[in-house]
């Protein structure tokens, strides 16, 4: 019988939790509309550690601590990747080009029935001190358990803001937290779920070769194609409303983004125009996105953080500087409403404004090079649009409760590649 | 004998479920105990800096106490609607003073913000 069971597990979905390296990021999110795998946002909840790409040695050992954390019977997959960490574990490597659904989908079988012993714990088993308190057996002492449990301090008091006086809990969250960019690293004060402080403490992953150029960076070197940035450009917006959109716990309109960002062709921008009213439909921009006071959007206006700027009241945009633009008729969406809805909006009419450039721009291509406006603001050489928005994030989050919180990081849509890859272009 | 039959087999059905249960949760127990890094509630990658046990306002605790006073309120309901036919106009003005004072503490609530969420 309990074989029966085996094969029944066997042949269920493997979940997988995902670590995103260097340059594939979108690599990862395709895998959401993959068959006979599911990604999962804990690594509590997966079987197989999937590592694609190379992490850099920073996150080596935040690598392995992901992997101690799945529970038994676990293995790893390592598709295009070698990361420090995780070299002691056994795992299956497969190439870049190997297909890593298929892959996954054998390790887990083989996990499963028993083919394939579960892989042990990397990290050494020792705490980062013993728990002791201040008496002859280790007991007693001040606060609610007495002593310094496992080294750690226990959360200090601070106000609250009905007026009382409660703990305020030190949280680090990140790299592989799966609501933030992989790679991303904030550290948090929280008075219950209100962000009382925030630091970002890393922000890199990988390196800038592994990271590769887009289109937008390339065209700060040599002119490119407009109907190629800007479908390149309606895509990635595309993408961050997958993401945005499971954030928010919608799965199946985030998938319906996915799906439309991989077969969105020019001159198509009534079916973005389709989806943006389905998303408005979800009341999702009534219900969960949060207001943005008058504070945070004067940070964000004048920021040059593309639609965030725009819709918080800026007008910048690189693409009026160019006369191919100019040419076609462009002028930037503005005047989006508030809030965080507003960048959603922005976004959206910014996708389809795309759309449609592409199937008008011809064998047009830009004339000016040094600065260009990508998804996420104006980049140039050495100056990358997530690297000023995450010196905002600190006065952005401060205050928020945890959710709005997050959906307001996901509306800046930081990309750690676009800022690693800029910095290379300026060494280069 | 033959009236207990059914609960004999019933009770030992779930003592052989208990055993079951627990020889698999001991097989487990066994052959995995989580190290200290396995131990630790994941938060993306590092090690936590601090014990994760903390104190906050819960906001709906007076919220829950006025659903508490409601849900009482309607134990006493019940026996009255039974008698209210026989009884009359005196239940109804009876069971209007009882509901009157309650109104006061709502009131007396929303004077406090405890509707306020947030």
């Known amino acids: ?8 597990a066997a042949a269920a979905d493997a979940p997988v939790f995902a670590l995103a390296g260097a340059g594939m990021r979108w690599a990862v999110q395709d895998l959401l ?30 690598a392995a601590r992901v992997h101690d954390a799945l529970p038994h019977p676990r293995a790893t997959v390592l598709w295009a990747s070698a990361p420090d960490g995780l070299a002691g574990a056994g795992a299956e490597r497969i190439g870049p080009d190997a297909d890593p659904v298929a892959a996954t989908r054998a390790v887990f079988r083989d996990l499963v029935l028993g083919g394939r012993p579960s892989e042990p714990a990397l990290l050494p088993d020792v705490d980062p001190a013993t728990w ?13 358990t007495g002593g310094t449990p496992y080294g750690r301090p226990m959360a200090e008091l601070g106000p609250d803001r009905d007026g009382l006086r409660l703990d305020v809990l030190p949280t680090r969250l990140g790299p592989f937290f799966a609501p933030l960019p992989a790679g991303l690293e904030l550290d948090l004060r929280v008075s219950g779920d209100v962000v009382v402080e925030a630091r970002v403490t890393g922000s890199e992953v990988g390196t800038s070769e592994a990271a590769g150029g887009s289109a937008f960076v390339r065209a700060l070197t040599q002119p490119q194609s407009i109907a190629d940035l800007e479908m390149a450009r309606a895509r990635a917006h595309l993408r961050w409303a997958a993401e945005a959109l499971r954030l928010q716990g919608l799965r199946a309109i985030s998938l319906r983004a996915l799906e439309l960002a991989r077969t969105i062709a020019p001159g198509d921008s009534a079916a973005v125009g389709r989806f943006a009213t389905a998303v408005q439909r979800t009341g999702v921009y009534r219900w969960s996105l949060p207001n943005v006071d008058d504070r945070r959007r004067s940070l964000l206006a004048d920021a040059r953080l593309g639609p965030v700027s725009r819709a918080c009241g800026g007008v910048d945009d690189e693409r009026l500087a160019d006369p191919a633009y100019i040419a076609l008729g462009f002028a930037p969406i503005t005047d989006v409403g508030d809030g965080v809805a507003a960048v959603w909006r922005a976004r959206f009419g910014e996708a389809s404004q795309s759309v449609d450039l592409a199937s008008r721009a011809g064998s047009a291509v830009t004339t000016v090079t040094g600065t260009t406006e990508s998804p996420r603001g104006r980049i140039a050489l050495g100056d990358a649009p997530t690297a000023r928005a995450l010196e905002f994030v600190p006065a952005l989050v401060e205050g928020l409760e945890w959710g709005d919180a997050l959906a307001t990081i996901a509306a800046l849509d930081l990309d750690l590649d676009e800022m690693a890859a800029l910095a290379g272009v300026t060494a280069a | ?34 190290t200290a890094p396995e131990r630790v509630p994941f938060t ?10 903390s104190r906050y306002h819960a906001r709906y605790y007076p919220m829950a106490l006025l659903f508490l006073a409601f849900d009482m ?22 069971m ?10 709502v009131l007396y609530a929303w004077r406090e913000r405890a509707f306020d969420w947030t």
Do not use: C, K
């Open chain 1, 132 to 144: 002791r308190g201040v008496g002859p057996y280790g007991q007693g002492g001040s606060g609610m």
């Open chain 1, 33 to 62: 509309l993959a068959d006979g795998i599911t990604l999962v946002d804990s690594p509590r909840a997966a079987s197989i550690l999937l590592v694609a790409g190379e992490l850099g040695p920073r996150l080596g050992e935040a």
């Open chain 2, 44 to 53: 993306g990658g590092r090690p936590p800096s601090a014990h994760a046990w």
């Open chain 1, 1 to 8: 019988m309990t074989s029966v069971f085996h094969r029944m």
């Open chain 2, 1 to 34: 004998m033959t009236d207990l039959g059914p609960l004999a087999v019933a009770f030992s059905v779930m003592v052989a479920a208990l055993l079951a249960v627990l020889a698999s949760w001991l097989r487990t127990a066994r052959n995995a105990r989580a």
């Open chain 2, 73 to 94: 309120e309607m134990v006493f309901m019940y026996p009255w609607a039974v008698v209210f036919v026989s009884e009359g106009i005196v239940a109804m003005v009876e």
């Open chain 2, 96 to 105: 209007g003073m009882f509901i009157a004072i309650l109104l006061l503490g």
